[in-house]
């Protein structure tokens, strides 16, 4: 059964600092990754989706890297804001359209 | 960009009332799925949806039933609400690229 681990549960920051996010699953037959931003009491935000096939995306100031056979993501942040705190989801699922297993997040602040 | 609509962000039920969560895409998507958000627990899948008219158990479907009678909309339905219900419900659908969620519906059953 696939599990995801995120590491750590919360972080707290200057602001103008660069950061990582991890991830980590257990079982490396994914076809794809996704990350997620969530601000208190709202819905999911899709940030970034790495298909197996792809070592890393990117989109302003975000990058994702995969490593499928250590079974490893991270959430690159560079020059984080206030505006950046929220918490953070990793999802993976095993086929294109089948289920995401998720992650239980990192709470990321960011201090100005 | 796809949308995906919940039709209320806040909900207050009563216990044993019949409940029904409406969820629509915009997108021409097949797949929907349903999740529910609990401190501690993360999400959780309660049901989901390949096709019209066909439906698959998550992993806690106990309590729920769902409905797709038409392709962009799955609703969720907690047949005699109790509190242990009580949770940020998260709809989400797909077409093999990536998923997009709704903005979520918080209903408390008391």
């Known amino acids: 059964k696939q599990e995801v681990t995120q590491i750590p549960a919360a972080l707290s920051v200057p602001e103008g600092e660069n950061l990582v996010l991890n991830c980590s699953f257990t079982d490396s037959a994914i076809y794809n990754l996704q990350w997620f931003r969530q601000d208190p009491g709202k819905g999911l935000t899709s940030l970034l989706l790495i298909q197996s096939s792809q070592r890393e995306q990117t989109s302003g100031r975000l990058n994702a890297s995969l490593d499928k056979s250590s079974g490893r993501s991270t959430l690159y942040i560079a020059a984080s804001q206030p505006g950046d705190s929220a918490t953070y989801l990793c999802a993976v699922s095993r086929g294109g359209s089948e289920k995401l297993v998720f992650g239980k997040g990192t709470k990321l602040t960011v201090n100005p | ?110």
């Open chain 2, 1 to 110: 960009d796809v949308k995906v609509t919940q039709s209320s962000r806040y909900l207050v039920k009563r216990t044993g009332e019949k409940v029904f969560l409406e969820c629509v895409q915009d997108m021409d998507h097949e797949n929907m799925f349903w999740y529910r958000q609990d401190p501690g627990l993360g999400l959780r899948l309660i049901y989901f949806s390949y096709d019209v008219k066909m439906k698959e158990k998550g992993d806690i479907p106990e309590g729920y039933s769902v409905s797709r009678e038409k392709k962009e909309r799955f609703s969720l339905i907690l047949e005699s609400a109790s509190t242990n219900q009580t949770s940020m419900y998260l709809c989400a659908s797909t077409w093999g690229y990536g998923y997009t969620f709704g903005s979520g519906t918080r209903l408390t059953v008391v």
